[in-house]
């Protein structure tokens, strides 16, 4: 299938590659690519040498997907097989591997030929890559963000030591939940932890905002206090002009005196999202 007979040719779209088509895995890939309200107007072109199989075709044929997705059967590794997924015009592209795969060095290496291929063909296309292995990253130091699978779970784990817990909360936010897990069950905790798993973190431009614009020159405690009393929002912290990426968690007493382009974050009502041009 050729990506410019299926859709218009200045849609914007990202490109999904994947050696294998799991249909949970690809399920969960778009559930959270489409929680960003930004990434609404983007079109998922997946890209993979495997044929469909029963699931994978019921899942596109699903009405919230059938318009959003596309499927090229194709190898990451062929110029044509890039060229017919527009992968020169593409927003991002993801180089992903499928769960539990027994042969991890292997997937790796084929991992590191896809992101080659990309990068020889298409250089200026930002790269998100999943691989499982530490020492496959030096490979593709390239790519705009690499996830490596063992070194992440092992982190967490060895963080769990010092903050109990802080691998369930890290859970949490990756995943995107409507707060509607354990509401049936008949154990209070299973029903709070469920509800409060529906908690987003936001960016907020203070001098823009309706809500938040009051608490320009107010402490943080004051704005924390009120806008949990009236909006039931947990404020976390600032982040101003001038001092680069950096956040200031709980700044306390100091007053909030921000410039209109300064952004407040603060915790909503589900994860971090992953933002890209």
Not at 107 to 126: G, H, Y
Not at 172 to 194: F, N, V
Not at 224 to 235: D, K, M, Q, V
Request: proline share 3%; aromatic share 12%.
């Amino acid at each position: 299938m050729d990506y410019t007979k299926g859709f218009g040719r200045n849609e914007k779209h990202v490109v999904v590659t994947i050696t294998h088509l799991d249909a949970d895995f690809v399920a969960d890939f778009l559930n959270e690519f489409y929680a960003h309200r930004t990434h609404a107007g983007y079109l998922v072109v997946l890209l993979s040498p495997c044929e469909l199989d029963n699931r994978m075709k019921l899942l596109l044929k699903i009405p919230l997907w059938s318009s959003r997705v596309l499927y090229i059967r194709g190898s990451a590794l062929k110029d044509e097989d890039l060229e017919r997924a527009q992968m020169t015009s593409a927003s991002a592209c993801f180089i992903l591997s499928a769960r539990n795969v027994q042969k991890k060095n292997a997937t790796d290496e084929q991992t590191i030929l896809r992101s080659w291929a990309v990068k020889d063909f298409a250089p200026d296309v930002p790269q998100y890559v999943q691989v499982f292995r530490p020492e496959t990253k030096m490979h593709i130091e390239h790519a705009e963000i690499v996830i490596c699978e063992d070194e992440f779970k092992y982190s967490l784990l060895a963080n769990n030591c010092i903050c109990p817990g802080i691998s369930t909360f890290i859970t949490l936010l990756m995943h995107t939940s409507r707060g509607e897990e354990g509401q049936k069950s008949t154990e209070p905790w299973h029903r709070m932890y469920g509800f409060h798993s529906g908690n987003e973190i936001y960016d907020i431009i203070v001098g823009e905002s309706k809500f938040f614009g009051d608490f320009i020159g107010k402490s943080f405690a004051y704005a924390s206090f009120y806008a949990h009393e009236l909006y039931g929002i947990n404020l976390l912290g600032v982040k101003r002009d001038g001092f680069g990426e950096r956040i200031t968690l709980n700044p306390g007493r100091r007053s909030i005196n921000l410039y209109i382009s300064s952004i407040f974050t603060f915790l909503g009502a589900p994860h971090c999202h992953l933002k890209f041009a």
